[in-house]
């Protein structure tokens, strides 16, 4: 089973082994948890499965939405906790969105977010024949200096391109109907096919240690370290995942 619920576009989806058999979106114009539960009860219904004929939960952990990104975690350490024999594991938002540009052709891609106060976070990818990993961890910056340090010719997604202007020489902006929809936001089919790979490689994540990753501090927390003196960000580690990054693939 795969959970998203880092972005706008909500979605559920179910598969038996290798196939992906089932997907459902809804949108996070409503509660995240409500659709989220009822959705994925219908998914399992209707392939007439319960709760615990579930092996895996690959949830996407953010960077994103804050409320959201924290419900879809939650939602997937309840599973794993109410049925022992769950295992999860955590997926990279960005690398779920990466995911979703296998098919486009690119040497350098960038996921970029908008972290407020003109900032972006920003995740780098590149790619080994058929697998795509992260070229760095995620960092906040600004866009000048986001453009500045990134290699070219780049290709770019993520919701933070209608937020910001990053056009620049020799980069390439897909534009679909809109910078909320695919390709730029992570889609659920994107998580469940992450997810599987990694958990045929054994990349699972105690339920303990599943946890959102935001790609900056809460803004009240912000608030009272500057107020106390405290510096720093703390966007997340490798990958925008913590615990274990998904790692190239070697021969």
């Known amino acids: 089973m795969a959970i998203e619920t880092s972005c706008r576009r909500g979605g559920v989806a179910l598969g ?11 949108s996070a114009a409503a509660r995240h948890g409500t659709q989220l539960v009822s959705r994925l009860g219908e998914l399992l219904a209707e392939a007439g499965l319960g709760p615990r004929d579930v092996r895996e939960v690959y949830v996407s952990v953010g960077p994103g939405s804050f409320t959201g990104t924290r419900i879809g975690v939650t939602v997937a350490r309840m599973l794993a906790l109410a049925v022992p024999t769950v295992r999860c594991v955590a997926v990279s ?3 779920a969105v990466a995911e ?3 098919g486009l052709p690119w040497r ?9 106060e003109g900032l972006i976070h920003a995740t780098r990818f590149t790619r080994r024949g058929e697998t795509i990993f992260p070229a760095g961890p995620g960092e906040v910056m600004s866009p000048e200096e ?5 290699p070219r010719p780049l290709l770019l997604l993520g919701e933070a391109l209608g937020h910001h202007d990053l056009s620049a020489e020799a980069v390439t902006i897909p534009q679909p109907e809109a ?24 990349e699972f994540t105690e339920p303990a240690r599943l946890l959102p990753v935001y790609a900056r501090k809460p803004q009240a927390l912000r608030v009272w370290e500057q107020k106390h003196g405290i510096d720093g960000e703390t966007p997340g580690d490798d990958n ?3 615990g274990e990054p998904d790692r190239p693939e070697t021969s």
Request: aromatic share 6%.
């Open 108 to 116: 350098n891609l960038a996921v970029v977010l908008d972290a407020r």
């Open 146 to 150: 986001f453009l500045y340090h990134s």
């Open 100 to 102: 979703g540009a296998r």
């Open 93 to 95: 938002s960005p690398l």
């Open 240 to 242: 925008g995942i913590r």
């Open 16 to 26: 038996r082994g290798e196939e992906l058999i089932a997907a459902a979106h809804f």
């Open 179 to 202: 910078t909320d929809a695919p390709p730029h936001l992570p889609v659920v089919e994107s998580v469940w096919r992450v997810g599987r790979r990694r958990g045929r490689k054994g």
